[in-house]
Nanobody, 127 residues
Framework: QVQLVESGGGLVQAGGSLRLSCAASGRTFSNYNMGWFRQAPGKEREFVAAISWSGGNTYYADSVKGRFTISRDNAKNTVFLQMNSLKPEDTAVYYC????????????????????WGQGTQVTVSS
């Protein structure tokens, strides 16, 4: 079993920054691609960012490209999402997720390709 625990959410003014963390336990974290997704009230869950198991490749949704940065520390079993220049439309519950496949060279951007999910952390950006 895999446990993912997000932290770092909160209330911030537009233009501000937050850093989300996702601590993983239960399997070899460094073998798996990781992703961040978000879901706003009344909307479907959407892809935000993903990082390969090695940390060498990153992918972003167009809506966050240039503002958000995903990274990971395999020694600490943690993945991060640095969010800068936040906008009110970034308001959502943010979830981290672990890929269902081990050492996959394809980093998924679809939620259905992720097997394990955290409980989410709320990010609210005020205008």
């Amino acid at each position: 079993q895999v446990q993912l625990v997000e932290s770092g959410g909160g209330l911030v003014q537009a233009g501000g920054s937050l850093r989300l963390s996702c601590a993983a336990s239960g399997r070899t974290f460094s073998n798996y691609n990781m992703g961040w997704f978000r879901q706003a009230p009344g909307k479907e869950r959407e892809f935000v960012a993903a990082i390969s198991w090695s940390g060498g490749n990153t992918y972003y949704a167009d809506s966050v490209k240039g503002r958000f940065t995903i990274s990971r520390d395999n020694a600490k079993n943690t993945v991060f999402l640095q969010m800068n220049s936040l906008k009110p439309e970034d308001t959502a519950v943010y979830y981290c997720a672990a890929d269902v496949r081990k050492l996959s060279v394809v980093v998924p951007t679809r939620g259905s390709d992720y097997a394990y999910w955290g409980q989410g952390t709320q990010v609210t950006v005020s205008s």
